[in-house]
């Protein structure tokens, strides 16, 4: 590690320390005392360690921001390493050593104004609840989801909500576990068209009434769908091109979820394209996968983005310092997405819905 590049990161403003700084954790048995205090990382600090014990990092989902390791004296070299990368991407990042009475630990932390992310998602009271000296990572993503599962019932109040997005964009998975986490049922809208067409599959409805007879029946599921609470859908890709289905879709909250045109086609090819019509058989691999998806979206992009919520991988990745998105978790983005629902609700009861614009 060069020291110049330590350097450059304890330089970056900490100011998610301040937090931290005024932390006290209430009652600790096995810690001599309770204060907690906080030090940055500094070049000095880093290569006079190099002598103390091994420090083992562990990891939470991707976010594996907040590192705390008891009974360490030097910064280990992944946690440099994550810390690095976030300000290698202009993230503000900072390795810090934090007591814990006598116990020094190792805490990482990634300071990304760039979105409130980090600072809804790792509030220190996070800390004192766990208790620092317990050895747990701060973030326990199963039950923040609950917790914002509970934050965005009450901001909701039972609407709908229709999760939009490409083909493999995740709106199943992510749908399945929020409604789960909501206690809300989970609808594909693919499914009810199927079952309107007497259990063909979606290719064979394809096949048989064209892309128009799908269409229609598409529209005549989202209408129903629409009149409907507690439930989270996940729409077809298609099913933001029509006008009229918009009408629907309003009557819910619509959350776009905006994945990168080759990690798409990376998943879709994973699991073979050939349940999808509009991508030309499982034949093409990723190759005609990513052609063929690169103009879906280049067509369907400005409609996506009507969505009352956008969650952009793109960004979170960046934001927590993944090296891709292939690295985010479906938990991790179905956090995200309840925690931009709760920032929507809390503006919209303010304010109004955006027109939606072609
Ligand atoms: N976060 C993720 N990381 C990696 N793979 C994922 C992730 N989310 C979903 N996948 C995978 O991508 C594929 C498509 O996911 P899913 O079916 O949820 O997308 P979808 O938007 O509902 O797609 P479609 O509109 O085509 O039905 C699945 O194989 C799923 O396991
Ligand atoms: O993107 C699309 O137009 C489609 C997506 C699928 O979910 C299905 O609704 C169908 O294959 C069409």
């Not at 900490?14 to 937090?19: N, P, V, W």
């Not at 058989?281 to 103009?295: T, V, W």
Request: hydrophobic share 40%; glycine share 6%.
């Amino acid at each position: 590690m060069a020291a110049a590049t330590i350097a450059n990161l304890a330089a970056v403003p900490t100011a998610s320390l301040a937090y931290l700084k005024a932390a006290r954790l209430e009652s600790s048995p096995q810690s001599a005392s309770s204060s907690l205090r906080v030090r940055s990382i500094s070049s000095q600090s880093a290569s006079s360690s190099s002598s103390s014990p091994r420090v083992r990092a562990s990891k939470c989902n991707c976010f594996e921001r907040i590192l705390i390791n008891p009974g360490c004296h030097h910064f280990s070299q992944d946690a440099v390493f994550r810390a690095e990368r976030a300000h290698h991407h202009r993230i503000n990042a900072s390795v810090n050593e934090v007591h814990v009475g006598n116990q020094a630990s190792e805490l990482v932390l990634i300071n990304a104004s760039v979105q409130q992310f980090l600072d809804t998602h790792a509030k220190c009271t996070t800390i004192e609840e766990k208790g620092i000296n317990r050895n747990v990572s701060v973030e326990n993503f199963e039950q923040l989801l609950m917790e914002k599962a509970q934050q965005v019932k009450q901001e909701i109040e039972r609407t709908c909500i229709f999760l939009i997005g490409m083909m493999g964009s995740g709106k199943s998975t992510v749908g399945r576990l929020m409604s789960e986490a909501l206690g809300y049922k989970f609808l594909d809208s693919d499914n009810v068209i199927e079952s309107y067409a007497g259990g063909l599959s979606v290719a064979e409805i394809f096949q048989t009434f064209k892309e128009e007879g799908f269409r229609k029946l598409e529209s005549q599921a989202l209408r129903e769908l629409s009149l409907t609470s507690d439930l989270v859908v996940a729409t077809g890709g298609g099913a933001v091109v029509q006008h009229q289905n918009w009408t629907y879709l309003r009557n819910g909250i619509t959350v776009w979820l905006d994945v990168p045109v080759p990690a798409l086609a990376h998943r879709v090819t994973a699991v073979g394209t050939g349940t999808r019509p509009l991508l030309g058989g499982d034949c093409g691999g990723y190759d005609q996968a990513l052609a063929r998806l690169s103009k879906i979206f280049e067509e369907r992009g400005p409609a996506y983005a009507n969505a009352d919520v956008t969650v952009s991988l793109q960004s979170l990745a960046l934001t927590l310092a993944c090296e891709d998105v292939s690295e985010l978790t479906p938990t991790a983005i179905t956090v995200q997405v309840l925690e931009e629902l709760i920032q929507h609700s809390r503006l919209t009861k303010r304010y109004f819905r955006a027109p939606v614009c072609y």
